[in-house]
């Protein structure tokens, strides 16, 4: 198998383009990068569900978005390559039955869950959400499809926080952020 190719720069540069910085967001200190400019041009958007359509087709069988905005990426992307798109929710949002894996936050727990009827046995996903930041949601929702018999090939995120060290909860995967920070 050939070593996956880097997400263009195109995308990169069309991701930067559309991002608006809102300092002090949440709170005091922090810069909050957000995706909604992009969402609203809808020609950006375009391009980018294209993009990445082209970048991963024929690759991978499925994509399992993120809750809640990894949605907003994985439902069209899945229509573009005429494959399903997997839900991996917070606890609680799915009816049964879910498998469910507990991940560390700042303070205390929260927990993903699938449904795993909703995973093909074998299948080849793509696991997709706008940051990555602490990697904790990211590392639980790939042990969730794990267990329910899919093959994780690779995860997207629309940006990555280097400083927070998500990476390294997700050693071993391959992992394309389409813009760094």
Do not use: W
Request: aromatic fraction near 4%; hydrophobic fraction near 45%; charge should be negative.
């Amino acid at each position: 198998m050939s070593t996956p190719q880097p997400i263009s720069q195109h995308l990169t540069d069309l991701v930067l383009n559309n991002l608006r910085e809102i300092p002090d967001f949440p709170e005091p200190g922090v810069l909050f990068r957000d995706i909604t400019p992009l969402l609203a041009n809808g020609e950006a958007f375009r391009e980018l569900i294209s993009g990445l359509a082209d970048h991963y087709r024929g690759r991978i069988d499925a994509v399992a978005g993120l809750e809640s905005r990894g949605f907003i990426l994985a439902a069209p992307l899945a229509v573009s390559l005429g494959i399903g798109m997997i839900t991996v929710r917070k606890s609680g949002k799915l009816p049964g039955p879910v498998i469910g894996r507990e991940y560390k936050l700042e303070y205390g727990t929260a927990c993903m869950e699938l449904r795993p009827d909703s995973v093909v046995d074998g299948s080849r996903v793509l696991v997709i959400d706008d940051v990555l930041a602490t990697g904790g949601t990211a590392a639980a929702s790939i042990e969730l499809l794990e267990e329910a018999g899919a093959s994780v090939e690779s995860v997207c995120m629309l940006m990555e926080l280097q400083a927070l060290g998500g990476r390294s909860k997700l050693e071993g995967r391959i992992i394309d952020a389409v813009v760094s920070f």
